[in-house]
């Protein structure tokens, strides 16, 4: 069954650290994985995209990783900023069909 | 500009009533989605458009109904709520289908049946 795990469920840090949220999955065929914030009472929006050959990308102060061998990926946010207190989503797709299979997020709290 | 906008964003009814929530995306996509996302916060994909074309249909009550008069709209139509449709509804767009190109949201629409 594809399926799309996400650790932990949430998390609180202070403003200034760094930290790493984590995906595992096990989708297949794997087509490529994302990486969605959604702030509170907003749509998800795309931070990064990766396919099977691509090990690491980054956009700005969050940088993705995967593993296709081990079928995990994290998301490392550098310098956390108030503004980075949003759900984090994995969404990963699969070759066969159309759809995408979303995690259930990583609540990521940041305080001052 | 907004580039994939919902009306309305809050939408309070009555068990049994009949609702439709609108979406509209100016990015010139060919492809349109409705999502729900419930208290646990998954979101599940519902219905999918491709050039007015209805391209996925999960496991979703006959109750819902995805109407797209052009590519640029997909509205959905809610015959007897119950109150287990109470959720947040997404719609997304993307320039093409299928799972290799990026969805741009609207900001929701959350729905309460009391």
């Known amino acids: 069954k594809n399926q799309v795990e996400q650790s932990p469920q949430s998390l609180i840090i202070l403003e200034g650290k760094n930290c790493t949220l984590q995906?595992?999955?096990?989708?297949?065929?794997?087509?490529?994985l994302r990486w969605y914030k959604q702030d509170t009472g907003r749509g998800p929006v795309s931070l990064t995209i990766m396919t099977f050959s691509e090990n690491t990308k980054s956009n700005g102060r969050y940088t993705a990783t995967l593993d296709a061998d081990t079928k995990q990926s994290s998301l490392h946010i550098t310098a956390s900023q108030l503004s980075d207190s949003a759900s984090y989503i994995c969404v990963v797709s699969a070759n066969s069909n159309y759809q995408l299979i979303w995690g259930a997020g990583t609540k990521l709290i940041i305080k001052p | 500009d907004t580039a994939v906008s919902q009306t309305p964003k809050y939408l309070v009814t009555q068990m049994g009533n009949d609702k439709s929530i609108k979406c509209e995306q100016n990015l010139g996509h060919d492809t349109m989605y409705w999502y729900k996302q419930d208290s646990k916060k998954f979101l599940k994909i519902m219905f999918s458009?491709?050039?007015?074309?209805?391209?996925i249909n999960e496991t979703v009550p006959n109750r819902f109904s995805p109407k797209s008069p052009d590519k640029a709209h997909l509205n959905l139509h809610i015959n007897s709520l119950e109150l287990g449709d109470s959720a947040v509804y997404f719609c997304?767009?993307?320039?093409?289908?299928?799972?290799?190109?990026?969805?741009?949201f609207g900001p929701g629409t959350r729905l309460t049946v009391l």
């Open positions: 458009y491709n050039n007015k074309e209805l391209i």
């Open positions: 995906c595992n999955y096990t989708v297949s065929p794997f087509s490529n």
């Open positions: 997304a767009s993307s320039q093409v289908k299928g799972g290799g190109d990026t969805q741009y």
